[in-house]
């Protein structure tokens, strides 16, 4: 498994840290805009996390 | 007829349960004399979704006649509570919090509300909610169709959510207790924050047959008292296997805190820059009090570390494309755009676009995360940490903007074990233990999956030599 550096630690810790220091969107385009680049942060942050190919999706939780 | 002293609002289930076997009052008193308040206080703090009262003294009649024949059936008989909006409740009104759901009916009942009111529960009112529960996200504390959960500590302070009104009521003393659900702190942060006692059930544990989906792999019911042993007490009532809930574990539970494991066999992991540095400075003294109180039970105690892991990634993302999913009819259909909260109108639209690889891949280092737990919880039986790191913001505040402008700490410590914990499937309790700034600050206890009788009776002994848990709010 990779370890994570502090950075991304930190990073990770705050994922909004990026959006906190810009304005709140004021209109729905905006908003949404807002919402997509969200997402695109969270699957970036994702590809940068190796796998590997063994690694099944989570589907049931043991005791 | 005999009239309902003042302290029965804030009593335990076991002390309500001795009164109404005595007879010092009936079951029809008790329910008219909680409904009263639920009608008259709810609406002042946005907790009331809807009344039941008159099922609610029909189903008390019922148990009138139960207790005067001494058919005893659990010491949850006759305890007036409420549930969260998300659970339906036949032929009336399930709103979801939401207003395009606001007309919805079901002809079918949660099965957690069939399993309490079999038993004698009596339901007297559904409680307010975020509309959809949060959905992946949302700004401000006024998403809700009954607006923001207004705290009964200080009603210019949001009661947190997404079980807001569970929350308030359980604070208030509108119920003895409530139905909550979570999937990423929605019972944690309200109980936090409303100075309550709330337990997240390992997933699967509870049955959600009846209750809003949000997201399918995270979604969990669970009590919000105003004890440990209350939150023992519903639990034992509300788990166990159901075939209609296609995650159910088929697992029940007993509460047993007597036996479960000796105090000084159990080991408890922390991290001391959790309450030193991340926790708001004002809060630090009651933490490390807590801490203390933690020590003083004669566990076992050493530091721990939360695996490195994109927690908060991960999880935005797995709720993000189930709830798209869930709710792709509300969003083709533009009824969306009624929802109060623009964040959250954007969020749900956007998780339409997440590719299945992407999503596949969270739920793959899910996985991961699943097994870092286990080896982490193979060595220690119990996380400590914050439940939530600061006091219930201003109903006014961004929620998706800082509190303070503290830089963060260079170590992790056990920061995100909220999103963790759920990832992971984990029970929680979280307990309160202080104040600051005038608002009530808890710690939570995770442990392994169907672990709640340890975390019970870590809660309890911890509630034996506090009283924080008995404070009341200014009404």
Redesign the interface.
């Known amino acids: 498994?990779k370890?994570?550096t502090?950075r991304?630690?930190?990073v990770?810790?705050?994922?909004?840290a990026v959006?906190?220091a810009q304005p709140?969107?004021t209109n729905?385009d905006e908003?949404?805009k807002?919402?997509?680049d969200?997402?695109q942060?969270?699957?970036q942050?994702?590809?940068k996390?190796p796998?590997p190919m063994s690694?099944?999706?989570?589907?049931h939780?043991?005791? | 007829m005999a009239s309902i002293p003042d302290d029965i609002f804030f009593a335990s289930i076991a002390e309500i349960n001795q009164k109404l076997k005595a007879k010092e009052f009936s079951v029809v008193e008790l329910t008219k004399a909680f409904c009263d308040r639920l009608e008259r206080l709810g609406p002042r703090y946005n907790a009331l979704a809807l009344s039941l009262r008159e099922p609610a003294l029909r189903a008390a009649k019922n148990v009138d006649g139960d207790i005067k024949r001494e058919r005893y059936r659990s010491p949850l008989q006759g305890i007036p509570f409420g549930a969260k909006d998300l659970l339906a409740y036949e032929k009336h009104p399930t709103t979801w919090g939401a207003r395009p759901y606001a007309g919805q009916v079901f002809d079918y009942n949660a099965t957690v509300l069939n399993k309490l009111t079999k038993i004698g529960g009596i339901l007297t009112g559904k409680l307010a909610m975020v509309e959809l529960a949060g959905g992946?996200?949302y700004?401000y504390a006024s998403a809700s169709l009954t607006g923001p959960g207004l705290n009964p500590w200080d009603r210019t302070r949001w009661s947190g959510g997404s079980s807001s009104g569970s929350g308030i009521a359980v604070a208030a003393g509108l119920v003895t207790f409530a139905l909550g659900s979570e999937t990423s702190g929605s019972i944690l942060t309200p109980s936090s924050f409303c100075g309550i006692t709330g337990l997240r059930p390992?997933?699967?544990l509870v049955s959600r047959y009846g209750a809003m989906a949000l997201s399918w792999?995270l979604d969990k019911i669970g009590p919000m008292c105003r004890s440990a042993e209350d939150c023992g007490l519903v639990l034992h009532e509300i788990a166990g296997s159901d075939a209609e809930d296609p995650a159910s574990?088929g697992?029940s539970f007993y509460f047993a805190p007597a036996f479960a494991r000796n105090l000084k066999d159990i080991k408890i992991g922390f991290a001391t820059v959790d309450f030193d540095e991340w926790a708001e400075p004002a809060a630090r003294p009651d933490f490390a009090k807590a801490l203390e109180t933690i020590r003083s039970l004669g566990v076992q105690v050493t530091e721990a570390k939360l695996p490195?892991?994109?927690?908060?990634?991960?999880i935005?993302?797995i709720i993000?494309a189930e709830a798209a999913a869930i709710f792709e009819p509300l969003i083709q259909s533009g009824r969306v755009?009624e929802l109060a909260d623009?964040?959250q109108?954007?969020?749900l639209?956007?998780?339409l676009?997440?590719p299945a690889k992407?999503y596949?891949?969270?739920?793959?280092?899910?996985?991961?995360?699943?097994k870092a737990f286990?080896d982490l919880l193979a060595d220690i039986d119990v996380l400590v940490a914050p439940s939530r790191l600061t006091p219930a913001p201003k109903i006014t505040q961004?929620l998706?903007?800082?509190a303070s402008d503290r830089p963060?700490p260079?170590e992790?410590g056990l920061?995100?074990l909220i999103p963790a914990g759920n990832?992971?499937?984990l029970p929680a309790l979280s307990l309160p233990c202080g104040f600051a700034d005038g608002m009530p600050m808890s710690i939570q206890l995770v442990g392994?999956?169907?672990s709640e009788n340890m975390l019970l009776s870590v809660g309890k002994a911890f509630q034996e030599r506090t009283e924080w848990h008995k404070r009341r709010p200014p009404i």
């Open positions: 498994m370890k994570l502090r991304e630690i930190a990770s810790i705050s994922a909004s959006l906190l709140l969107p729905p908003e949404l807002a919402a997509k969200l997402v942060q969270n699957l942050q994702l590809a996390f796998l690694t099944e999706p989570a589907s939780f043991k005791a | 992946p996200s700004r390992t997933y699967g792999t574990a697992k490195d892991y994109p927690y908060g990634p991960v935005g993302t993000s755009n623009q964040k109108i954007a969020g639209k956007a998780g676009e997440i992407d596949l891949k969270a739920m793959r280092i899910r996985s991961l995360i699943q286990r961004a998706d903007r800082p963060a260079k992790r920061t995100g990832l992971a499937g392994r999956p169907f």
